[in-house]
Nanobody, 121 residues
Framework: QVQLVESGGGLVQAGGSLRLSCAAS????????MGWFRQAPGKEREFVAA????????YHADSVKGRFTISRDNAKKTGYLQMNSLKPEDTAVYYC??????????????WGQGTQVTVSS
């Protein structure tokens, strides 16, 4: 089994920053890409960013481009989402996922439990 655990969420004022972490564990971890998604109450799960693990190629959604940066640490088997210039509309539960590649949740095979990010005005 592969387990993904997110951390780093919390409450921050608009304009502030947070860094989310996604730690992978298990004897076997083979993944083409790691992605971040978010889901606000009453909304569909939304793609945020993804990174191809082997090459570190990244892709960010237009809604977060220039503010969020996805990265990874190979040695720690951990992915990160650096979130700067946060806006109230960024408020959501953020999930990391691994496997496959794409902007659709169905492309990913492993999911973390989610971490709450709340941005106040």
């Amino acid at each position: 089994q592969v387990q993904l655990v997110e951390s780093g969420g919390g409450l921050v004022q608009a304009g502030g920053s947070l860094r989310l972490s996604c730690a992978a564990s298990g004897r076997t971890f083979s993944s083409y890409a790691m992605g971040w998604f978010r889901q606000a109450p009453g909304k569909e799960r939304e793609f945020v960013a993804a990174i191809i693990w082997s090459t570190a190629y990244t892709y960010h959604a237009d809604s977060v481009k220039g503010r969020f940066t996805i990265s990874r640490d190979n040695a720690k088997k951990t992915g990160y989402l650096q979130m700067n210039s946060l806006k109230p509309e960024d408020t959501a539960v953020y999930y990391c996922a691994a496997g496959g590649w794409g902007v659709a949740p169905s492309a990913y095979h492993y999911w973390g439990q989610g971490t709450q990010v709340t941005v106040s005005s």
